[in-house]
């Protein structure tokens, strides 16, 4: 316990020697993956000729170790590519250059995750609102029927993957009822209006798969709170139900919420491949996907640090938001 | 991630048992929840469906894989004939799309690789993160740091990239639903890993575990007989959650064409090719769809009834007036200060 | 050749652009019920044109862009020395001029072709097109870092072979000679009649020069044509085409460019793409695709509503879905093998897997069921519409295997409807019946791509498909029949190994005629005659369907491409 700066510099070397694992396992499962990353790269009826240049031109001859230990050099210093046609600096943190699109790593990444942020953060708000909210309900109404109904449409949220809530979602909302238009990414930048209405359905089908596990845990922290022997004496001091609830039992599930909070939103960031892909949201997980596809290894490894960056960072500031919220609570 | 956290982050994890209880009164608890029977009977039946797969659909005198050129529609995309898809005495729910297989053949053999898939890399999940939740707290600083910075990597890697790589590394010709498993059971154990050892060092801190060490118990017997019934809650809370997940990414996985191999039916693989025939044949989505929604259901109530059952603090709950109470706050833990003291709850 | 793959990039662009350049139907009786269903169906200029497809743009360069016809949007931004008749049906399948006089003038065998450009020709900054820059345009596609196209340039050109590119060999290409600002001369080291067709690609679109900034270049390519790039955002996700000022109509017979603007709109999931256009609300009233096909579930809705059924538009790109054999693999080294599986095959329901028979037709020849290829009908081993097991299994007895066969059928697990597990699982289904028991191998497509193209890793027995650089035999049976395009330490596409005297020789004589019709039917028949050897089973020829928005008027779709073309149709 030496406070909040020796918090920060444990959590950092953490951070840094994780991400430089995951990195070194992504390496090495990619180098064994199949697909002939030159001939992908060149074009299907490139001539072997061509094929041994690009080989040349992308060091893909080089062993292992040595474009791992180029990929770390890019990082710390920066490194210059040739593109063939001219050659460009990328600069430290450099995480190279995509096989596929000569772009730098970190610019893909850059206007990827907006989109991807925008998608998570969004969703966020909604299944924290929809999950604690039924949870609540559900807490308090324990055993009747609103709760069991509750129950089974979070349930069946969890139960139908997202690439059936969102299409069906959108054939009805969009193209029957023509309630919303069909989602189109506009950076908030652009339009924060027109962000949000074209960001709404695909908030929604990313919050009903998650709500159901916070409705699950708020409801059972809930209840475990709400049997304690304080709440008891609470209540035969009179304090009213509502009171309890707001005060007590709530905070009780705080924790927990958080926790499973900062989880979902750190692998949302790159996880939420399918919502991406059906909505068309140019974002990480769509972009990380294609990547893997294509065996470019630049571009995946690059994107799976940034994931792996957030999920990290995600439990940290869950960390530091759990012990402000209650002071027992010790960071370590 | 401080262990203080990871244990409040599943509910009931602050409830150790002792290993006194015995099963007898695990039963009786379980058996005064009406709810938890039923869930129990629809998850033995569809276990039972799945088992009884090749059973049923020779009672319907059909099977998953042959074609039915007849029964569909080629002109208009192959689309089922006959009212509902094609629902009829021989195809007791219909035929799908495009090969007029049959569909009732194909959801209880899909039931098979679904339930197995979930079930098997659920198993696998449970058991290395106990093992190595249990081994981090258990063991000395090295192993713990060793374990947690494993466990750490596991949650912070991408569970779909890892999944497509593995599965395009390995050799074809290795059968492709126990790799899905393994695949989904390896990089899925990260969080029930924490779970459990942050568990493990609030039961560690508990003055019967202290107890039994100092009367000279054994490591392994402490961890058997004291530790493992406590951690049971938890697991199990966890677990339960983790069989419909599981289902998920198998389906994910199934649609971006790496799941299980056809002509194998699985319940991700109808529902990913389904999908977009919801307007034309919508009973080929509701099938597998409702199909994992009553397992995810009955799964999610059992889940709770065990719980509950294993719970003596919860089933305290129900009885109100029975007084054998434990208090053990999440934040009440080795690592924390706390502001109330510790209620010696156990009887 | 056109990959259908899902993959992005630069192996997309493959796909992109020849799935945008792809093509539509003569042949089938049905590729009429599209057009004039708009009460008003004149056209007027004016609007904004929304495309919205799957796979982004992310190629802009036409060194890298593998298009058949010089593709659909990039043929907006391009001009090339010859490009595809804008018409319906059989007609579209002809070459015609287009930044040149005529579509080439050869010598007496076809080995120098003349081209002069028309006057007038200007880029989108104003400044002139001149021969030079169609010759650099050319040079430039041979740099490695520019790869992609068609491989036929280096394979015809006199001395291209190792030619890399204007970057590193400053020298240039002596096979192409630019007398004066107006004229090119191609040097091709064979006869090669068919060589005004290659003119249609966009590496013969003119590059200025001064302004290429090698791999930057796709991101603001100079337009010769009726459309500039306004913006470019996410490597071609979204692409704003804006008219080019400088573009005159007067030396463009083939584009009409009614709107004003194109807005395309990519990586879209294809399913929303067709709920999009079936609602047709707000800007996707004028909307349409040029890559997305309706798929089985969405025909099944579309038929059933008249309104949208009479907004879609039929169309037949040459194409043939088949099973392929590498003959150095026992079994199939025993052509009774091969024939008992041709007569087995149950086109019925490979056609059901691939969405029926409104996206897809029986083909019995290799050659797509077109005019342009020569297309001449043949059945050696009917099968009939579900399979003769019966003659099968007598096949099989005669090669020794009448107690049954177990085989491996390898497939890509991408899920494409071509090559994908559907395809493999019908085939599977459908053999089991001549006592044909076969295992499935599915691969990720990558290892799927390699392994089919390698000579050393080739597997006996796969789902494979081609289809037409451009609507003539020549790109269809030479490079999977010519013995000397086996190639041993690269991409092979020869993949059933033949390497036929008479076969090559034939190749050889029909590539001196320059007259495209008589070529034409010597394709046919040797087609035939290589079928007979039965190293390939032809399963199906796809069908495309693409709805628009209702908007959208003047819906021209030629046997070339398949699909709409963007620089006809009208939104006003």
Redo the contacts between chains.
């Keep these: 316990m030496n406070g909040f700066g020796g918090f920060v510099l444990r959590r950092a070397v953490?951070t840094v020697?994780?991400?430089l694992?995951?990195s070194v396992?992504?390496y090495v499962?990619?180098y064994?993956?199949?697909?002939?990353v030159a001939?992908?790269?060149?074009?299907?009826?490139?001539?072997?000729?061509?094929?041994r240049?690009?080989t040349e031109?992308l060091r893909l001859d080089d062993p292992l170790y040595l474009r791992y230990w180029h990929f770390l050099v890019g990082i710390l210093v920066g490194r210059d590519y040739s593109?063939?046609?001219?050659l460009e600096h990328c600069a430290a943190p450099c995480l190279g250059l995509?096989y596929?699109?000569?772009?730098q790593v970190l610019d893909?990444i850059l206007?990827k995750l907006p989109v991807s942020l925008s998608l998570v953060l969004g969703a966020m708000v909604l299944w924290l609102v929809l999950g604690v909210g039924t949870g609540v309900l559900s807490a308090w109404r324990r055993g009747r029927i609103s709760e069991r109904v509750l129950?089974?449409v979070t349930?069946?949220g969890?139960?139908?993957?997202v690439?059936?809530i969102g299409?069906?979602l959108?054939?009805v909302v969009?193209?029957e009822f023509?309630l919303l238009?069909?989602p189109?990414y506009v950076p908030f930048t652009d339009d924060p209006e027109q962000w949000a209405w074209n960001l709404l359905l695909p908030w929604f089908s990313l919050a009903l798969?998650e709500a159901a596990?916070f409705a699950?845990?708020t409801r059972?922290?809930m209840?475990?709170t709400l049997?304690?022997?304080h709440i008891r004496t609470f209540r035969a001091y009179g304090v009213g139900e509502r009171a309890i609830i707001r005060r007590h039992a709530l905070r009780?599930a705080l924790?927990?919420v958080i926790?499973?909070n900062a989880?979902n939103v750190?692998?949302a960031v790159?996880?939420a491949?399918?919502t991406e892909?059906?909505?068309?949201l140019?974002g990480i997980?769509?972009e990380?996907?294609?990547a893997?596809?294509?065996?470019?290894l630049p571009v995946?490894v690059g994107m799976?640090l940034v994931?792996?960056f957030f999920?990290?960072l995600a439990?940290a500031v869950?960390?530091v938001l759990?012990a402000v919220a209650?002071?027992?609570?010790?960071?370590? | 991630?401080?262990?203080?956290?990871?244990a409040?982050?599943?509910?009931?994890t602050?409830?150790p048992v002792p290993g006194a209880s015995g099963a007898s009164r695990f039963w009786r608890r379980l058996r005064a929840r009406p709810s938890a029977l039923v869930a129990a009977a629809v998850v033995a039946l569809l276990v039972l469906v799945a088992l009884a797969a090749p059973l049923l659909t020779a009672v319907e005198g059909q099977d998953p894989t042959t074609y039915h050129p007849s029964l569909i529609d080629s002109a208009r995309g192959g689309v089922p004939l006959g009212s509902f898809g094609g629902i009829g005495a021989d195809h007791w729910l219909g035929v799908e799309p495009q090969t007029g297989r049959d569909l009732f053949a194909r959801l209880v053999y899909g039931a098979r690789v679904s339930l197995g898939v979930a079930l098997a890399a659920t198993a696998l999940q449970v058991v290395l993160g106990v093992a190595i939740g249990v081994g981090a707290a258990l063991g000395n600083r090295w192993v713990d740091q060793l374990l947690s910075?494993a466990t750490?990597?596991i949650?912070?890697?991408?569970?779909?990239?890892?999944s497509?790589?593995?599965l395009?590394?390995v050799p074809e010709s290795f059968p492709r639903t126990v790799l899905v498993t393994f695949v989904i059971g390896l990089i899925g154990w990260g969080?029930i890993a924490k779970i459990v050892r942050a568990q493990t060092l609030t039961l560690k801190g508990l003055d019967y575990v202290s107890a039994a060490r100092l009367s000279g118990w054994g490591r392994w017997r402490i961890a058997r007989r004291e530790l493992l019934p406590g951690l049971a809650a938890p697991v199990i809370?966890y677990a339960a959650?983790l069989v419909?997940?599981n289902?998920?990414v198998e389906?994910?996985l199934s649609?971006?064409g790496v799941g299980v191999k056809p002509p194998t039916p699985s319940w991700?693989q109808m529902?990913?090719a389904?999908?977009?025939w919801?307007?034309a044949a919508p009973q080929y989505?509701l099938l597998p769809?409702g199909a994992?929604?009553l397992?995810?259901?009955a799964l999610?109530v059992l889940g709770d009834g065990v719980r509950t059952a294993l719970d003596p603090?919860?089933a305290?709950?129900l009885r109100v007036g029975t007084g054998r109470?434990r208090?053990a706050?999440?934040?009440?833990t080795a690592?924390?200060?706390?502001?109330k003291p510790h209620?010696e709850g156990n009887a | 050749?056109r990959?259908p793959s899902?993959?992005?990039?630069?192996?997309a662009?493959?796909s992109l652009a020849l799935v945008v350049a792809a093509g539509a139907a003569a042949c089938g009786p049905k590729d009429n019920d599209a057009k004039g269903s708009a009460g008003d169906s004149t056209p007027h200029k004016g609007g904004t044109l929304t495309v919205l497809n799957s796979e982004p743009q992310?190629d802009f360069d036409p060194a890298?862009l593998?298009t058949s016809g010089g593709g659909n949007v990039p043929s907006l931004v391009f001009r090339t020395l010859t490009t595809r008749n804008r018409e319906d049906g059989a007609a579209g399948a002809e070459v015609v001029p287009d930044l040149a006089t005529d579509t080439g003038r050869p010598n007496k065998d076809a080995t120098v072709w003349t081209y002069t450009l028309k006057k007038g020709l200007a880029y989108e900054d104003g400044t002139p097109i001149t021969s030079a820059d169609i010759k650099y345009g050319i040079e430039r596609s041979f740099?490695?870092?520019?790869?992609?196209?068609?491989?036929y340039l280096?394979d015809w050109l006199v001395g291209a072979?190792?030619y890399?590119g204007p970057?590193k060999d400053k020298k240039g290409l002596s096979a192409i000679e630019t007398p004066d600002e107006r004229t090119l001369v191609f040097h091709l080291n064979k006869p090669e009649g068919e060589f005004p067709y290659l003119a249609t690609q966009t590496q013969f679109t003119p590059v200025p020069k001064g302004k290429d900034?090698?791999?930057?270049y796709e991101e603001h390519p100079v337009s010769s044509g009726p459309y500039k790039v306004v913006k470019n955002e996410?490597?071609g996700?979204h692409l704003v085409l804006e008219r080019n000022p400088h573009w005159s109509a007067a030396t463009d017979a083939e584009r009409k460019a009614y709107p004003d603007t194109i807005d395309v709109?990519s990586?879209?999931?294809s399913?929303?793409i067709n709920?999009?256009l079936?609602?047709s609300?707000?800007a996707?009233a004028a909307a349409v695709t040029t890559d997305t096909n309706l798929g089985p579930a969405e025909l099944a809705k579309v038929t059933g509503d008249k309104e949208l059924a009479a907004r879609v538009g039929t169309g037949h790109f040459g194409y043939t879905n088949y099973l392929a054999f590498n003959p150095t693999v026992k079994p199939f080294d025993d052509v009774k093998v091969r024939q008992a599986i041709s007569y087995a095959v149950d086109r019925s329901s490979v056609i059901n897997a691939a969405g029926g028979s409104a996206l897809a037709e029986a083909a019995t020849t290799y050659l797509p069921n077109q005019k342009s290829f020569g297309h001449e009908p043949y059945d050696l081993f009917p099968a009939g519409a579900t399979g003769n097991a019966q003659k099968a299994k007598e096949l099989l007895k005669q090669a020794g295997y009448g107690k049954g066969l177990t085989l491996t059928l390898t497939h890509s697990n991408d899920k494409n409807f071509e090559t994908s597990p559907e395809i493999a699982t019908a085939v599977q289904d459908a053999l089991k019946k001549a006592g044909i028991t076969v295992r499935l191998q599915g691969?990720?497509?990558?290892?799927y791509?390699?392994k089919i193209?390698s000579v050393k890793t080739e597997p006996g027995f796969f789902l494979a498909h081609w289809g037409a650089d451009w609507p003539s035999g020549g790109p269809f049976l030479a490079p999977i029949f010519d013995g000397r395009q086996i190639?041993k330490?690269?991409?092979n596409?020869n993949t059933g190994l033949l390497d036929d005297k008479s076969v090559n020789a034939e190749i050889d004589a029909i590539n001196k005629l320059t007259d495209l019709d008589a070529a034409a039917k010597r394709w046919g028949a040797l087609d035939k005659r290589i079928g007979e050897q039965a190293l390939t089973v032809p399963l199906f020829h796809p069908v495309y369907k693409r709805l628009y928005g209702k908007d959208v008027k003047n819906i021209v779709i030629s046997d070339w491409t398949g699909v709409l073309d963007i620089s006809q149709v009208s939104v006003k």
């Design positions: 953490g020697i994780t991400l694992a995951i396992i992504i499962v990619f064994a993956t199949p697909g002939n001939q992908i790269t060149c074009g299907p009826r490139c001539s072997p000729e061509q094929v240049q690009v031109q593109t063939g046609t001219s995509s596929q699109s000569d772009q893909i206007t129950t089974a349930l069946a969890t139960a139908t993957p690439f059936v299409l069906v959108m054939i969009c193209g023509q238009p069909f189109q798969i596990a699950r845990l059972a922290s209840l475990e049997a304690e022997d009780g924790a927990p926790a499973l989880n750190g692998s790159g996880g491949v399918l892909t059906l909505f068309g140019p997980g769509q990380l996907v294609h893997v596809k294509v065996v470019d995946v799976v994931i792996g999920v990290v439990n869950a960390d759990y209650d002071r027992r609570v010790v960071l370590a | 991630m401080s262990e203080t956290l990871v409040s982050r599943t509910p009931g602050d409830t910075r750490d990597i949650v912070a890697m991408p569970l779909m990239v890892m497509l790589a593995l395009a590394i969080n809370t959650l419909p997940s289902i998920s389906a994910a649609f971006l991700g529902l990913t389904a999908d977009v919801y307007q989505l769809a994992l929604f397992t995810v259901l999610t603090r919860a305290s709950r109470r208090e706050k999440a934040g009440e690592h924390s200060e706390s502001d209620k | 050749m990959q899902v993959h992005r990039a630069r192996v662009t493959v992310t890298r593998y740099a490695p870092e520019l790869s992609g196209g068609a491989p280096r072979a190792d890399q970057y900034t090698g791999t930057k996410n490597d996700e709109r990586g879209l999931d399913s929303v709920q999009r079936s609602a609300q707000g996707d691969l990720e497509d990558n290892d791509r390699d193209h190639v330490d690269g991409a596409f």
